[in-house]
């Protein structure tokens, strides 16, 4: 028997999915309404503070969440307490490794956040009777592992100004899903973040700025507000053309 798709606006979507970024573009899109009321049940939306930890690393996973709003980063600790801020999320991003009983990162919201968490168990069932839950979790982790090896071309090869540039396009292009102009945002990480992410000290990140700024590729406002005049452009500092 042929299952039909259903429709993703159907007036049976909870209403507390309605709206949310991430059943359009993110993994709640591959769940039917069923589905979707089936996981409703079981989730929380969460506000977070900047600051906050989502997940620390080594904790039992017991949740995974959907990034609402906000951008959270991902950081890895050294035995010796050094760390390293390995990746950013923003939404619709999915946090959380299904099938693993223990986190590998900490997860931290780096901006004012919401998150909407749900049960391990509920997820793991309906992947076990969805099979395009299953597909889209795999190509989120394979789309994560793409944006690693691009940002490990980035640290290893380009110059410091390139990696400043390529970092602000990251920002303007993934910080805010439904917004039609990426041309000005706010920085979601401080100068000391940016360098660890970046592996660059603060004085040089602050240069970069400077350069940039002077250079009118882009503009900035009580020292996070940013805006860039023309994309193109700062995709050719990035090393992007």
Known sequence: MEIRRQDIHSSDVPVVCKACEARHGGVCAALSPDQLLELSKHSTRQRLEAGTEVIGQGETVTNYSNIIRGVVKLTKVMADGRQQIVGLQFAPDFIGRPFLTESAIAAEAATDSEICNFSRGVLDRLVKNAPELEHKLHRQALK???????????????????????????????????????????????????????????????????????????????????TIPDMDRLMRYAGND
Not at 173 to 198: G, K, M, N, Q
């Open 144 to 226: 994560e592992l793409d944006e690693a090896r691009d940002w490990m071309l980035t640290l290893g090869r380009k110059s410091a100004q390139e990696k400043v540039a390529s970092f602000l396009y990251l920002i303007a292009t993934h910080i805010d899903p439904e917004s039609v102009d990426t041309s000005s945002f706010d920085l979601p990480l401080s100068r000391a973040d940016i360098a660890d992410f970046l592996g660059l000290t603060i004085e040089t990140v602050s240069r970069q700025f400077t350069k940039l700024r002077k250079e009118n590729v882009i503009h900035i406002e009580n020292n996070r507000h940013v």
